[in-house]
């Protein structure tokens, strides 16, 4: 016996018609997401692309301005820093601006030492010091007040007060010994630029 495998053209419609439904609902589940994915892409790459423009925009805008405004902000933090060759310089001159304060104050002082400097990056390094000092309690605030008050960028780290001699008589009491650390910002020459 011999079997036929052709079909009646009704029935190879509705095979055609089915294999193009299930290749549909294939290309459907595995194809949209992909060009969605790949549409996603291609939008967020547009928009990184438009935000750049409105950068570049904004720069050749601002053009002069912009770099006029930038220039000021730059001298006016440049003026609150010690600028100076070295750190030793840079500590030398916050030991005379300290010292200038201090005496402004109505403290005396006894003495500075420099705690070190940090290592310059860019060219900004940390400068700090250690200053004793003699005063009474009106000298302290005010020397505080004057720090803060003060041009250049100084922090007042620690702070440490003591009767001056511990027996004095009465009268003696406000002379205080105090200890101040104060930390500052040096711009350096850059080693990269001198290299």
Excluded: W, Y
């Excluded at 820093?81 to 010292?99: H, K």
């Excluded at 008589?169 to 406000?174: G, K, N, P, S």
């Amino acid at each position: 016996m011999k079997v036929s495998l052709s079909l009646a053209p009704r029935d190879r419609r509705s095979v055609l018609f089915g294999i193009s439904v299930i290749g549909s609902l294939l290309l459907g589940a595995r194809g949209i997401p992909a060009v969605r994915t790949m549409e996603t892409r291609q939008l967020t790459r547009l928009d990184a692309l438009r935000l750049q423009s409105r950068l570049l925009d904004a720069a050749v805008d601002g053009g002069p301005k912009g770099l006029e405004e930038r220039r000021r902000a730059h001298d006016a933090l440049r003026g609150r820093c010690f600028v100076a060759g070295s750190p030793a310089e840079a500590t030398t001159a916050l030991v005379q601006r300290v010292s200038a304060i201090a005496e402004f104050a109505g403290a005396s002082v006894r003495g500075a030492s420099p705690l070190g400097a940090s290592l310059a990056t860019d060219g900004i390094s940390r400068i700090a010091i250690r200053v004793s000092l003699t005063g009474n309690a009106n000298a302290l605030l005010e020397l505080l007040r004057e720090l803060d008050a003060d041009t250049a960028l100084l922090s007042v780290q620690e702070v440490s007060v003591a009767q001056a001699d511990p027996t004095a008589a009465t009268a003696e009491l406000e002379h205080l010994r105090i200890e101040i650390t104060i930390a500052a910002i040096a711009l350096l020459p850059d080693p990269r630029s001198e290299a």
